[in-house]
């Protein structure tokens, strides 16, 4: 039998490499810097709380 390689879930290409994991306490444990995900989102994902408003 041949090794199976592990494939992490797909994602846009500016996260590859994004890892989320939460330790035992449940503490959200990332790789990525907040503010770049955050500016990600604020690109990629409309906020449904601002929609209507302009």
Aim: no cysteine; proline share 2%.
């Amino acid at each position: 039998m041949g090794k199976m390689k592990k494939k992490g879930p797909k994602v846009h290409r500016e996260l590859d490499g994004f890892t989320v994991e939460i330790d035992r306490f449940g503490e959200i444990k990332g790789n990525f810097d907040i503010d770049k995900i955050n500016e990600f989102l604020n690109r990629n994902v409309d906020d449904k709380k601002l929609k209507g408003e302009a």
